[in-house]
DNA sequence: CAGGTTAGCACC
DNA sequence: AAACGGTGCTAACCTG
């Protein structure tokens, strides 16, 4: 056994590293009569989905002791971590659904088991502050943790270790921890002191956790063993399909690039100074400038080019299809094949508690941002055998929010009778639906007149008027957003009838009322899916997308399961309906978008890979 | 050349 | 008076 002294926050602290079987009696001996512990795991990486895998140290501690057993160097290791991690102690981590995860993957000790007995500090972190450091947070990870709350020479200390063993290495340094000598001392020193910081974290985190949060403690930890569940589950490709697609998607991808070299002299359709060049050339002048003065060639503008039947249509219209191609093939199509373990699922990576507004996000499959508008990429995604997926998705669910934290009489008399609010909102603005929606929606970005203008295609005068109509057709909605600028002016922050506290920039007040409506339709969701965990659902659900939870069920029960989820969801808000809709989409998550004749006869177009 | 930034684009 | 909220990913480009 080594043992290495060193400090923290001016204690003195000893960092046990175990090195061979014998020495676990004194790890033993430790830890006999703690009932809480630090815990941390380092692993070979971070896609703890992979074949080759592994964990290679656990580390346990308190304030002044952190234990690293090296599980890599046998099983007797590897037994004494199962040992305490099964033992009936409380374990704190940081960021606990990735350690719990990686000792239900390697271990077998289902995340099920260990997530009662948990806290994570990382949670606590994000109820006292949900901003990133960039934002002018304290910030998330342990190291801005670390920093701030308890010793900042530590934290550049790891900082500093990380860069210099990369350095000694060759290496990245998201790749040092898979090429590391086991026994490397740094290595072995940073690995001891994690579960000390956490240990540390969590009693400086407790007391900062505001009043008005401390019951979404239990319910995020509950909700992140839901999200753990669901990366566990996957989702299962149809990678016959997916090969197929991506080697359409590089043809098409090909001839556009060819064509766009041959007759304009464009290598990268990516480059928007190439391309802005090559428009010049055509005599186009490029007017918009980025926010750093270079010449803006976006979608808008290469759409308008595109309608031209000129060379400059041509252009534009050869660069928007070899963009899309691209990206959907690298972002999406080949990025699901890559990322697939060996049974053809791809394990998504779910941050249930991501933005200011306590949003999650999902990485791995960004389920958040496939284009929605066409069937051809979620089709890469098919229930399990003998499953159908089925979509349910809250109905208007954040205009619905809306209306129950504001109570406006108009806007909740509308949801009551389930009527068109948008059509409600034209109508009162004497517009078209189109423009009545978007209107709707801006006011729950708070966006202005220009928005509205500029996104409706009318004079700037008559937004206004429509803004103004919006005032006055719900009057409580903007007696409500008075009240939370005014609350957030005072106090710096709002607070969502959860209890969640959301700080407000200054110098962007306005946007109290979409925090507020944002961040309590996500505990909608968030609420509703544990409803739908503690329903015995776990094992079927496979995403949740903002306002939509998309599960894959018996197929001989669809109906009824799509029925179950759906009335999981669905709760009652202040007496407003946030109502939902389910959607049986059968065979793969593209087929509730276009008749199965129509798919038949794209597929049949596929060239054989 | 790794790592950060900018621009663009996909979504709710 | 007016103020568009929140994400993630890629390619190109920049920097130390």
Known sequence: MKTT???????????HVVERPEDLGAFFDWIEQKSVLGADTETTGLDIFSDDFRVRTVQFGNATTGWVLPVEKGWEFTKAACEVLTSGRHFIFHNAMYDLQVIDRCFSIPLEETFGKVVDTRILAHLIDPRGQEEGGIGHSLEALTRALIDPAVADEVKVLVKLLA???????SQVWSVVDIDNPDYLLYAGMDPILAYRLREKLEPLVPASARGL???EHRLAEVCAVMERNGFLVDTTYSRKLSNRLRREEDAAGDRLFETF??????????VADALEELGVKVRGRTPTGRRKVDKKLLDDLSELDAPEGELARLVIEAKRTRKWRTTWVDGFLAGMDTNN???????PLRARTARMSITGIPAQTLPSSDWMIRRCFIPDPGESLVSV???????RVLAALSGDTVMRRAFQHDADLHQITADAAGVDRKVGKMANFLQVYGGGPAKLAEGAGISFPDAKRVI??????YPGVAQFARAAEEEARQLGYVTTPTGRVLPVDESRIYASTNYLV??????????GLLRLYDDGFGPYLRLPIHDEVLASVPADQAERGAKMIREALRMDFRGVDIDTDAEILGDSWGAGYVPDSEREAYETTFIPF
């Open 5 to 15: 002294m060193t400090s923290v926050a001016g204690e003195s602290v000893d960092i």
């Open 393 to 399: 998705d809250y109905k208007a669910q954040e205009l």
């Open 345 to 351: 699922r791809v394990h998504p990576s779910i941050n």
């Open 468 to 473: 103004d109509a919006f005032r006055s057709t």
């Open 265 to 274: 002299g464009v290598e990268s359709p990516n480059s928007t100074e190439q």
């Open 217 to 219: 403690v239990a319910y």
């Open 518 to 527: 944002q961040s309590t339709s996500r505990d909608v969701t968030c609420a």
């Open 167 to 173: 350095k000694e290495m060759k290496t990245t340094q």
